[in-house]
């Protein structure tokens, strides 16, 4: 059964990094492409990131380009977001997905709150 | 901004049918899926490819497309199906995008 596992939420100032961390078990990782999306509480999801199968290619949302960085380990089934230059805006529940074909999640993590304030 | 947009609520009777749109550019070239995600918990994927059903999604919900406009159809709402649903898809750029989401109501 695929489960995906996020970590790493917590309480941070303005203007601190965060790493979230997503644990991927019940395929094989590194045949999935994966993304992170985040959802403001009240609000609707928004995609934050995508990362292909090895890493090469690698796309950001506007909201987030420059201050957050998506990175993979294959040989461990992690996927990471680095979160740094954080805004109050960025408060929200992050949920790693692996996509599945034709470009939709098919698996989502529970998620991992973050609170800038 | 995802460029797609959708109603922000609709409501139907219980057992009818509802048609729930996704409108944007992007739908031109790129298949739309939709979500479905109850108070407190995360989305899950209801139809993809533009009329795809997982494995475990009841045979009432069902997808469809047209120039710019995708569609999730309920043919025979239930209680169980209230909650928010959201569209997606991709953009020539690579990004991923969600429409606003539509919060259904089950009268």
């Known amino acids: 059964e695929v489960h995906l596992v996020e970590a790493g939420g917590d309480l941070v100032q303005p203007g601190g990094s965060l790493r979230l961390s997503c644990a991927a078990s019940?395929?094989?990782?590194?045949?999935?492409?994966m993304n992170w999306v985040r959802q403001a509480a009240g609000k609707g999801l928004e995609w934050i990131s995508y990362?292909?199968?090895?890493?090469?290619?690698?796309y950001y949302g506007d909201s987030v380009k420059g201050r957050f960085s998506i990175s993979r380990d294959n040989a461990k089934d992690l996927l990471y977001l680095q979160l740094n230059g954080l805004r109050v805006e960025d408060t929200a529940v992050y949920y790693c997905a692996r996509e599945g074909p034709e470009f939709n999640f098919d698996y989502w993590g529970r998620g991992t709150p973050v609170t800038v304030s | 901004s995802s460029g797609l947009t959708q109603d922000p609520a609709v409501s139907v009777a219980l057992g009818q049918t509802i048609r729930i749109t996704c409108q944007g550019d992007s739908l031109k070239n790129f298949y739309a899926s939709w979500y479905q995600q109850k108070p407190g918990q995360a989305p899950i994927l209801v139809i993809y490819?533009?009329?795809k059903r997982p494995s475990g999604i009841p045979g009432r919900f069902s997808g469809s497309s047209s120039g710019n406009t995708s569609s999730l159809t309920i043919t025979g709402a239930q209680a169980e199906d209230e909650g928010d649903y959201y569209c997606?898809?991709?953009?020539?750029?690579?990004?991923?995008?969600f429409g606003g989401g539509t919060r259904l109501t089950v009268l």
């Open positions: 019940g395929f094989t990782f590194s045949d999935f492409e």
């Open positions: 490819a533009g009329n």
């Open positions: 997606n898809s991709r953009d020539r750029s690579g990004g991923r995008g």
């Open positions: 990362i292909s199968r090895t890493g090469n290619f690698i």
